[in-house]
């Protein structure tokens, strides 16, 4: 992995361990993201993705039985301190699931739930930040004149750009995305592909993927987990035509996996 000045990096994870009960998913874990680039996480089912990602905003605490050791600082705080907020935490760091998951409401109060929740209620206001977020999520156009339908009755790809339109009015600093592309159409794919890149000017982007061409395609650091460990770590560049383990070019020319 190439040297550089920590002071870049918002996420720092330090030597992970989870277990669920007794089996361990994460083994000493280590991985450095940087801010404003797109890491991904790559490597075969059941690798321990999904269960990473949902250290970073502390989803796993919500699973019984869950150990956790080890440190993830995100801008030098540990996440896991006894100190942490952890609904701030996960305001400040959002996810994005495979099927998206609008609530059964508007498409306005959709984008706006957090902030209600959070005890906004300027209609002003809120008509200001649930239109710059449905832009953000590249939405406006198609759903400014029926605000008020129902979330779920939008297409698939517009209701995952609802759920990240629904984050971005929060204002977080990083976004989590799990296969968030797995299940829409190429073209939709493409689309979802396209406003991560924008929206990366911004945040900090963490995206689980099943599609190595996704990763090679979006990404600027890629993470190549296999059987709980972090296999290897690298620019997505280095990962995808020169990686230094073998496992890792096992995988991506695609022996197993
Ligand atoms: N809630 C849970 N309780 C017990 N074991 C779990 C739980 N969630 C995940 N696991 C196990 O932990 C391991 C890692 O699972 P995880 O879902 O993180 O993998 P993944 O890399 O995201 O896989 P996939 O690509 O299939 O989504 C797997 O062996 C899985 O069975
Ligand atoms: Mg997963």
Redesign the pocket.
């Known amino acids: 992995m190439e040297k550089q000045n920590s002071a870049e990096y918002i996420i720092n994870i330090k030597n992970l361990d989870l277990f669920?009960?007794k089996?361990q998913?994460l083994i000493a874990v280590d991985m450095l993201a940087q801010k404003n680039m797109i890491t991904a996480l790559i490597?075969?089912?059941?690798?321990?993705?999904?269960?990473?990602l949902r250290c970073l905003n502390r989803m796993n605490d919500l699973?019984r039985g869950v150990i956790i050791t080890g440190k993830i600082e995100i801008n030098n705080l540990d996440i896991y301190s006894k100190s942490t907020d952890v609904t701030e935490l996960r305001k400040n760091v959002g996810m994005v699931f495979q099927r998206p998951n609008p609530f059964p409401l508007s498409i306005y109060d959709n984008v706006v739930y957090g902030l209600r929740v959070a005890g906004v209620r300027n209609k002003t206001e809120l008509d200001e930040i649930a239109e710059k977020s449905l832009r953000g999520a590249w939405l406006w156009d198609q759903v400014k004149d029926k605000l008020h339908h129902s979330g779920l009755e939008l297409p698939l790809d517009q209701q995952q750009r609802l759920c990240i339109a629904r984050l971005l009015a929060v204002q977080p600093e990083v976004i989590l995305m799990d296969?968030p592309c797995s299940s829409l159409d190429p073209i939709a794919t493409m689309k979802i592909e396209e406003l991560m890149i924008e929206l990366k000017k911004e945040y900090t982007i963490v995206i689980?993927t099943?599609n190595m061409q996704q990763a090679s395609r979006v990404s600027d650091f890629t993470g190549y987990?296999l059987l709980?460990e972090m296999i290897e770590f690298d620019k997505t560049v280095n990962i995808f035509t020169r990686p230094s383990n073998k496992l890792t070019e096992e995988y991506i020319s695609g022996k197993y996996g």
Do not use: D, Q
Not at 43 to 52: D, E, F, R
């Open positions: 669920y009960g089996f998913a490597g075969p089912s059941g690798c321990g993705k999904s269960t990473l699973i296969e689980v099943h987990m709980g």
